[in-house]
């Protein structure tokens, strides 16, 4: 079992910047993927960034160069840095972890980032 805590949503203005971070407890294997999800109304949850136990990391496009991910692997937290921010990136940021063959997927519970233009 996995316990995902995000932690560090709130209110940015568009422009501005904002650190998400995840901190992940319980029965954690090494061969991991950690990563970010967002979901606005009216659409489905979308992939924002993940980073493997490695460091390879994958960014959705749209966050392409304004956001940043990293991970601490002694802590077990993964943290996502966003910069230029927009209001297109107002939504629920989910915390997500997997094993890499997909057999444990557990998500955290959620943190409202909310940008204003």
């Known amino acids: 079992q996995v316990q995902l805590v995000e932690s560090g949503g709130g209110l940015a203005q568009a422009g501005g910047s904002l650190r998400l971070s995840c901190a992940a407890s319980g029965r954690i294997f090494s061969n991991n993927v950690m990563g970010w999800y967002r979901q606005s109304p009216g659409k489905q949850r979308e992939l924002v960034a993940t980073?493997?136990?490695?460091?390879?990391?994958n960014y959705a496009d749209s966050v392409k160069g304004r956001f940043t991910i990293s991970r601490d692997n002694a802590k077990n937290t993964v943290n996502l840095q966003m910069s230029s921010l927009k209001a297109e990136d107002t939504a629920v940021y989910y915390c997500h972890f997997r094993t890499i063959n997909y057999l444990q997927t557990y998500w955290g519970l959620g943190t409202q980032v909310t940008v204003s233009s």
């Open positions: 980073i493997t136990n490695g460091g390879t990391t």
